[in-house]
């Protein structure tokens, strides 16, 4: 089954059991995927719908910052359980010990030493790790052992 069929079949459970906050928050996962379709005129693999989650998950985690900033603990309650619905989609994690092989490794191949390698470095990077680590601990890392 596909990750866009495995949605498909979530929003229709949650509507039968009259969940509508998963239901809500599964319908916004399914209407950025219907537009990006329509945008580009094709239909999705399971990695450009991974794209979409990542995209989703990291504006609401940014929404909850701002949200706590101001006082709107209400609002940042329900930007937290639409990241709980949304992970659900998301491949497993990979551990801090597989992320540091596949930079090491990386770093070896690419022969990058300095921070002016950094871009070439996460090129080679990111299709390995995309959705399945937080890129912007993976940029830390690599900004580390780079620079130090």
Partial sequence: MSLKEKISNDLKEAMRKADAAKRDAIRLLTA???QKEVDER???ADTEVISIIEK???QRRDSIAQFEKGGRQDLADTEKYE???LEAYMPQGLSEQEIRTIVDSAMASSQARSAADMGKLMAIIKPQLAGRA??????QLVKSLLTG
């Fill in 32 to 34: 950025a995927i219907k």
């Fill in 42 to 44: 094709k239909t999705l």
């Fill in 56 to 58: 989703m998950l990291k």
């Fill in 83 to 85: 990241i709980s619905v």
């Fill in 134 to 139: 937080d890129m912007g601990k993976v940029s």
